[in-house]
């Protein structure tokens, strides 16, 4: 049970770690919606705008687009809290039911 929840969590933390979330979520449609030619449209009044501003706006969406949420950050966090306290029961109980050899069986 110990192996299950540590394997469970161990890919856990590596799908939000990695962002193996989003692996099946490639556009497979090649076929324009009403959606993406508004955005083309708005693209290329892009070019009225200055360099740095144009730079500065995407370097902003790519920042925006990497940053951890905070939902990520508590998962992990939890997911590592679990597996330490799973590690701290197992070796509790591996301890806890040691059999203490000094004693001679007639000393009771």
Do not use: C, H
């Not at 076929?31 to 706006?57: E, F, N, W």
């Not at 039911?97 to 000393?107: A, F, G, R």
């Amino acid at each position: 049970m110990l192996w299950f929840l540590f394997w469970f969590f161990f890919f856990l933390i590596l799908t939000v770690i990695f962002g193996l979330k989003t692996m099946g979520r490639k556009d497979a449609s090649t076929s324009r919606t009403p959606v993406d030619q508004y955005r083309k449209q708005i693209g290329k009044q892009d070019y009225k705008k200055t360099r740095p501003m144009l730079r500065a706006t995407r370097l902003k969406a790519e920042a925006k687009k990497t940053a951890l949420g905070v939902k990520e950050v508590a998962l992990v966090l939890a997911a590592i809290l679990v597996f330490l306290l799973a590690f701290y029961a197992f070796f509790y109980l591996n301890v806890s039911n040691e059999v203490d050899l000094d004693l001679d069986p007639d000393e009771n």
